[in-house]
Every structure is written in C-alpha cells, then in structure tokens.
C-alpha cells in the first residue's frame, strides 16, 4: 500500500530539528590512557591498526578530552588532558597526510574545543576504481565550546555550548602501517533551517521527489522502517518490478542524510549509485562535492 506524506507538527519539528538528541556516544574501547606515554618524542603511536574502523574510533578516542581553550572561555580550570592527546592523534594520520599539514597546524584546527564526543560511524558507497585500500565513513561528532574573551566583553555571554558537525573520513590501508586516516571533511549542522526551509531533509520527501518525480524509476513508497539512527526507504515502480532501498543516516539535528542505494536483484539488495552528478550533493559519499576526497 502506498505510504502518502503527511505534514509534520510543529511539536514534531521542534522535537525533531530543533532539539539535541539524547543520543550517548557511540561505545569506544580506545581512550587517550591507552595510548599515553611518558616519553613524548615521536614516534608517539606504535600500534598497528588492522581493522578501518579501529583507527577512526582510536583517533576519536584519543582526541576525547583533548582540550584547546586558550582564548576561550569554558570550564572552571584545566580541561580534560589539556593539550597533550593532539600529538598522539597526529600519529594516526598518513605519512602522506602529515607531510601536508603539520603537528602546529593540527593543533590550531582545533582552537575553541574543550571536549569531544564521537557519535556515530557508518561505512559510506565507494565508488568503482577505489583503490582496494581505501575506504571512506560517516562520522559525527559533538563538541562543547564556549565564547571567546572577546566576545564576553562584548556581548556578555558565557556558558559552554555545544556544536555539531557530520562529515566524511577516508582511510588507507598500508602492509607495514595498517590502517591510517588519510583525510577527515566535516561541515557544521543547522539546527534553524528545517523544517522551515526545503525538503531534502526528511527521507520521506526526498526519495518520492528525486527518485520519482526527477528520475521517473518509482511509483510508491512502500515502507519506511527506522533501526536507531538508520531510516530505509524502501519503495518500487507500479508492478513492483523494480524494487529500491534507500537507507538514510538520522543526524543530531533531525536531517536525513543518503548513504546507500540499493536494488533488489537475484534475491538480494545490491548497492549501487543511482544519484546523477547534480545530485550528488544530497547524498553523503566521495562522490559529494562537499568533501573534497580527491
């Protein structure tokens, strides 16, 4: 039976996209005390990672209470590990990677942060001709930040606040290194657009609008289903020949975001890139022009 859209509440938006989620942080084993030495002359990191999902976690893990505050204000104190993680998370980068940016470099891209918390990480399309190496993810990430000095003089507001950004990792695997970070690319969550503005926020209103309307390939959606953060989409052409599954990311501030395609074929789901080069943008993969991955 075909599943008609029905115009969200404003209670249900408000709860949506406009509240943080009570989410707890994805469980992560990896911790800046597994890593900690007391000799801090490179190489600070030695562990060979041989899992993709193990190095993200790990460098999040370490990264955690890492605490670059000067100039900021928040907390009543030193915060967390102040600044000492950020040279071992550096250790975590491609050889490659760390010649294009530099420890100081690294350092001051996280000016303004006093805490972090991964969470969510999902593997991501890759596209055909990846090298076998390579492998991307969707991160997310929340951090806690506060005013600058300047901005407490002039508008007089302290407190601690808390940010958000999603964003896409591609990792690499090396025989003798295991698996490194080769690039992290992030943007920042609005949690004062949607529901106001678009429809390409909600899975229910993208699917029916791109994969009908644009491309013409369904009639009906048949089903949404939501498994924690993951929301599929699964719809089909009129005499349900063609069958789809589109499976989505629920954000912190309430959007939607594509991460998979998927046609039924010999009995099973197959993923595949139905997305065309202008839409790219609504979907969260290398081939986003977004995250520069090249």
Same mark, same amino acid.
């Given at each position: 039976m075909k599943i008609r859209l029905k115009q969200l509440s404003l209670q249900d938006d408000n709860? &949506?996209? /406009? &509240?943080?989620?009570?989410?707890?942080p994805l469980p992560n084993e990896f911790? *800046?005390?597994?890593?900690a030495i007391d000799d801090t002359e490179p190489s600070l990191i030695t562990d060979v990672f041989n899992d993709s999902e193990d190095v993200i976690k790990a460098f999040f893990g370490i990264l955690k209470n890492a605490s670059n505050m000067e100039d900021y204000l928040g907390g009543c104190g030193s915060i967390? =590990?102040? +600044?000492?993680?950020?040279?071992?998370?550096?250790?975590?980068?491609?050889? =490659?990677? /760390?010649?294009? +940016?530099?420890?100081?470099? *690294?350092?001051?891209?996280?000016?303004?942060?006093?805490?972090?918390n991964l969470l969510k990480l999902y593997p991501v399309y890759i596209p055909p001709g990846t090298p076998e190496n390579i492998r991307y993810y969707m991160f997310e990430i929340e951090i806690i930040t506060g005013p600058?000095?300047? =901005?407490? +003089?002039?508008?007089? /507001?302290?407190?601690s606040y808390f940010v958000y950004y999603y964003g896409l990792i591609a990792v690499e695997y090396d025989q003798n290194e295991g698996w490194k970070i080769r690039s992290i690319y992030y943007l920042p969550e609005d949690f004062l657009c949607a529901p106001d503005h678009g429809w390409s926020y909600a899975a229910e209103y993208l699917v029916p609008i791109v994969y009908e309307e644009w491309y013409q390939l369904i009639d009906q959606i048949d089903n949404m289903v939501q498994n924690g953060n993951l929301v599929s989409v699964y719809a089909s052409n009129e005499d349900k020949s063609r069958r789809?599954? *589109? =499976? *989505?990311? /629920?954000l912190t501030n309430g959007y939607d975001i594509?991460?998979?395609?998927?046609?039924?074929?010999?009995?099973?789901?197959?993923?595949i890139n139905i997305m065309r080069d202008e839409g790219q943008r609504l979907k969260l993969s290398p081939l986003n022009p977004n995250f520069m991955t090249a």
């Open positions: 709860e &949506r996209y /406009r &509240r943080p989620s009570k989410q707890l911790t *800046f005390q597994n890593f967390g =590990d102040t +600044m000492n993680p950020y040279a071992y998370a550096y250790e975590l980068y491609t050889q =490659d990677a /760390r010649q294009e +940016m530099s420890l100081e470099s *690294f350092k001051d891209s996280f000016q303004g942060i006093g805490h972090i600058t000095e300047k =901005d407490q +003089m002039a508008y007089d /507001r302290g407190g789809y599954k *589109f =499976d *989505f990311v /629920r594509l991460l998979h395609e998927n046609i039924w074929n010999k009995g099973r789901w197959e993923e």
